[in-house]
């Protein structure tokens, strides 16, 4: 299960996709490429944007109706800095700048 | 993901995780991600089922959970499917919540946990039968 960026886009719109993403978001090639260049074979790749969006949001929801007690338990600023940062992830992902995709390959079994 | 992004990561989870849990953690995670492992990503539990499922995971076969955390989806896994998992991660500090937690819950025999770098993991190769990891790569 990977978050990347989007394929296709602008320059400009890649640039802010890797600045809103998780880190390391970016790489030079597709996840299912990456895959199959380490050789794992009948990669097969399915978007589950829709869900990550969601599950992003309900994230920034929780947190913000439970935030004192959750700060509590972190170094002063940490969970505020992180609800911002979620909050820059999500509207990406809301434009469709970063995608998530469950992709599962299988390594070609050796003969005997 | 760079030696910087690495160090930057290991420190800020290795901190999340000591901060500890309580019931409030535990409530907002089942109602975000309908599962109490100390997950804090995007894979739901109807994902890590999915997971299992397209992965063939039973009893006899053995899981590596890269990036594991405090044991999210490996145990999960583990715990549904029968399988055996080792998890690994360089927070030191998750791991050992997440064999707390497979105690707890009855099988610690089928769970390993190695702190290791996923850049650099100490297994020979065909160890294992299937792999998973959970927004590490990103």
Redesign the interface.
């Known amino acids: ?4 960026v989007a394929p296709g886009l602008t320059a400009r719109d890649r640039r802010e996709a890797v600045h809103a ?5 970016t ?1 030079r090639h597709g ?1 299912a490429t ?1 895959l199959s260049r380490a050789g794992f074979e009948d990669v ?1 790749q399915v978007d ?1 944007s829709a ?2 969006t969601r ?2 949001g ?2 920034i929801e ?2 913000d109706e ?1 935030f004192d ?2 700060a509590a ?3 002063p600023g ?1 969970l505020a800095q992180r609800q911002t940062d979620r909050r820059v992830h999500l509207a990406a992902a809301k434009r469709g700048l970063l995608r ?1 995709s ?1 992709l ?1 390959g299988h390594k070609p079994v050796r003969a005997s | 993901m760079t030696s910087r992004d690495e160090r930057e990561a290991r420190t800020d989870f290795t901190r999340r995780y000591s901060a500890g849990r309580t019931d409030v953690t535990t409530e907002v995670e089942r109602r975000v991600i309908g599962t109490d492992y100390g997950a804090n990503g995007f894979t739901t539990g109807h994902e890590a089922d999915e997971l299992g499922r397209r992965l063939g995971l039973r009893p006899g076969l053995r899981l590596l959970d890269v990036g594991a955390g405090r044991g999210w989806p490996g145990l999960y896994l583990a715990a549904t499917t029968g399988c055996a998992v080792v998890l690994t991660d360089l927070p030191a500090e998750g791991l050992v919540l997440a064999r707390d937690r497979a105690r707890a819950d009855g099988f610690l025999d089928r769970v390993t946990a190695c702190a290791a770098s996923a850049s650099a993991l100490p297994f020979a190769r065909e160890t294992f039968d299937a792999v998973v990891h959970s927004d590490v790569l990103c």
């Not at chain 1, 299960?1 to 990347?4: A, D, G, R, S, Y």
């Open positions: 299960m990977t978050i990347h993403g998780p880190r390391a978001v790489s996840q990456l097969a589950v869900s990550y599950t992003l309900a994230w929780a947190t439970n007690a959750l338990l972190e170094p940490d998530r469950l599962v």
